[in-house]
């Protein structure tokens, strides 16, 4: 008789513990154990909540290398059935070897729950049979759990749940983080009910009332924001470290459909164009994908939306400098060219349709699409193609945490037909859908890796860019970090290419998630050790650091709302010299719009309980030594960086800090 000890570790989780009877069964290369029943004299208490309990199990003889453990939760009329979470168990064998099966997960039935002991493992080297039947049924049944599903034709397909209580299990918020997100919400609407804003159609008679609104939800950067909305130079600043620092490019050529000459901008023959381009001091910025979109009605009146084009100059002193806004892409007299020279009520007015029209670019590709869209079909195939005993699972499923609940809620809250975007926004509901599939059709591999979207948009060497600087630098990090680990188990190009289900994960990314649009440059398969640990760069990027620099700031930018306004309620002016202080409040959204976009910054920019920053994981999926060291090495790296930004803001005017490791979240969870 030999005897096997296990050290059963039950997950510090709201919930987590349970008092019904658990059994495990312990499946070896030389044979099994019989299904035992975990006793201590601790009883009831053995799986509660943080719990740590031992038990022996004892077999005729040793059965050899351990393969997996069966875990089994049995209720009776005494234990009334209990939902358990464990997170790990370890077993000691006779021999001395100490073998970690990571669980991490939910077990709510009376059923057979296999799980793979901790060494990562390929399929085409996973060769024990019982181990090959675990890994085929526990696909089998994330593909049952796991379904797309067609929201919208053209755009990113997504995980087909009637609703977040209908969603698997492992994914859900915990209750605290629902809670939390349920209280920050009810208790901004309240307030805002109480302030009599919420449903309020009356325009706003003085731009200083705003300020009032939140009194008591207000930032540092909000604070600024207010102060200096105006200014042109801050206007340019937001294209560089404000929430939408993407579309801003350098100028080289002005497109056909703006035509702006010396005498309009450079009006003392200073500065030309044509020298100012070479140089490398034009930028520009272009929302041609906003137009001819279908706009939206709100309280009954029609809402406006332009697509206008944005030239800006480095100054001599590195300043970048709104010098000529036209605000429909097709040149026509109607279509005025406004300059800083204009009177301050047109060029202050062609700036707000500027900001509104990055609002809606910023919501529904930047933010919406190309952070929160992209993790889900991550994640989604993923969880439908990678087992847990497979290396990049474990390397990925911490950047999944989170995000396919909060997406529902998006589809629910935001973007459905009773939406906040229905009730509140320009683009409202057809032109979601539309300004989606545009933006989908456009997109590349290359915009989403930051170092070629940088040179694409030929941005290197412009001063002050700190999403450049630090989101550079994150990738550099994040590169090494992934290029290590998945190094470490996949040796050669022929190991990528012959790992069925790794290719399987990136084909169904090509498919669901982009369409099959060859145009998108986004890999179909896998042939080289270095494409995958691009993409697989691309995607945590793109889960963490790009998603934190495009939503953490929301209520800095846009809580006040002229800056960043959801709406507007007329249209631009067709001539110069018709615009006032009273045409500028009347355009502006009304109390109700203000107020509940406000309201819904707030809830989308809060950092809540179950945060967990870039590169600390709450759940030990490796047990190798390589990749554990690694870990280590990645997280010693960030608290460096970490530690440069902080000292690099004390001393900027607004300090930039949404790629800061310590406050970027390891996944899209809000």
């Known amino acids: ?63 050899g290398k351990l393969v997996l453990i069966e875990l089994e939760k049995k209720h009776s009329l005494f234990s009334p059935k209990k939902s358990w979470f464990p997170a790990k168990v370890e077993v000691k064998s ?34 024990h049979h019982h181990g090959l039947y675990s890994r085929e049924q526990e696909l089998c049944q994330r593909k049952r759990d796991y379904h797309w599903h067609v929201y919208a034709e053209g755009i990113p397909q997504c995980l087909k749940a009637l609703d977040i209580w209908h969603l698997p299990s492992e994914v859900k918020f915990s209750l605290r983080k629902d809670l939390e997100v349920v209280y920050t919400l009810q208790s901004g609407l309240l307030q805002l009910k109480l302030e009599g804003l919420a449903n ?71 500065f030309s164009l ?113 087992p847990m005993v497979h290396p990049l699972y474990k390397l990925l499923i911490p950047h999944t945490s989170g995000t396919l609940v909060i997406n529902n809620l998006a589809r629910a ?18 032109g979601v859908t539309t300004l989606l599939q545009r933006s989908l059709s456009s997109m590349t591999y290359s915009s989403l890796c930051i170092p070629e979207d940088i040179a694409e948009r030929g941005l290197e060497d412009v001063p002050n860019f700190y999403y450049r600087d630090d989101g550079l630098k994150l990738w550099d990090i994040i590169h090494r970090f992934v290029q290590g680990v998945l190094s470490f188990y996949y040796k050669s190009d022929v190991e990528v290419q012959k790992d069925s289900e790794l290719q399987k994960w990136i084909a169904e990314i090509f498919e669901h998630g982009f369409l099959s649009q060859n145009s998108t440059g986004i890999p179909q398969s896998f042939t080289t050790v270095a494409e995958m640990v691009k993409f697989v760069t691309m995607v945590i990027f793109t889960s ?50 203000t107020a509940n976009g406000m309201a819904v910054l707030w809830l989308l ?25 690694l870990i280590k090495a990645f997280q010693t790296e960030l608290e460096v960086i970490s530690a440069v930004i902080e000292a690099r803001n004390k001393s900027l005017e607004i300090p930039y800090t949404y790629l800061d490791p310590a406050d970027v979240d390891n996944s899209v969870a809000i």
């Open 544 to 593: 963490s650091a790009q998603h934190s620099a495009v939503n953490t700031g929301q209520y800095d930018y846009s809580g006040w709302m002229p800056n960043s306004p959801v709406s507007l309620q007329h249209p631009p002016p067709t001539t110069k010299g018709t615009t006032s202080k009273a045409t500028m409040l009347q355009t502006l959204p009304n109390k109700g719009a």
């Open 1 to 63: 008789m030999v005897n096997y000890k296990a050290t059963v570790h039950t997950a510090d989780l709201d919930n987590a513990g349970t008092s019904n009877a658990v059994f495990i069964k312990l499946v070896g290369t030389d044979g099994e154990s019989k299904s035992r029943i975990l006793r201590t004299f601790s009883g009831a208490s053995s799986f509660k909540r943080g719990a740590v309990s031992s038990f022996t199990v004892s077999c005729p003889a040793s059965i």
């Open 94 to 127: 006779p021999e001395g070897e100490t073998y970690n099966f990571p669980i991490y997960h939910w077990i709510s039935d009376s059923e057979v729950h296999r799980f793979r002991e901790g060494t990562a493992l390929r399929v085409f080297e996973d060769s």
């Open 200 to 270: 309020s159609k009356e325009n706003w008679s003085d731009i200083d009332d705003i300020n009032k609104v939140f009194c008591s939800r207000k930032t540092e950067i909000y604070d600024y924001v207010r102060r200096h909305w105006k200014e042109d130079s801050f206007f340019g600043y937001q294209y560089l470290n404000g929430i939408n620092p993407i579309l801003i490019r350098r100028c080289s050529a002005l497109p056909d459909n703006f035509p702006v000459t010396d005498n309009m901008v450079f009006l003392g023959g200073q």
């Open 605 to 629: 920019s809060q950092q809540y309980s179950d945060f967990v920053p870039l590169g600390h994981y709450t759940q030990d999926h490796f047990c190798e030594k390589v990749p554990c060291k």
């Open 274 to 386: 044509a020298d100012e381009m070479k140089k490398g001091n034009m930028f520009l910025c272009d929302y041609k994908r906003l137009d001819g979109l279908e706009v939206n009605n709100i309280d009954g009146k029609r809402q406006y939306l332009m697509a206008p084009l944005v030239l800006l100059h480095k100054t001599p002193d590195d300043k970048l400098m709104p010098i000529a806004i036209q605000l429909k892409q097709t040149p026509a007299d109607d279509n005025p060219i406004f300059f800083p020279t204009d009177s301050e009520y047109d060029w202050l007015l062609a700036k707000i349709f500027v900001r509104s029209a990055d609002f809606n670019e910023h919501e529904l590709n930047v933010h919406l699409l190309r952070t929160h869209l992209l993790a889900e079909v991550f994640a989604v195939s993923l969880l439908r193609n990678l």
């Open 413 to 430: 809250l935001l973007i459905s037909e009773n939406g906040f975007f229905k009730k509140y926004t320009a683009t409202g509901g057809e």
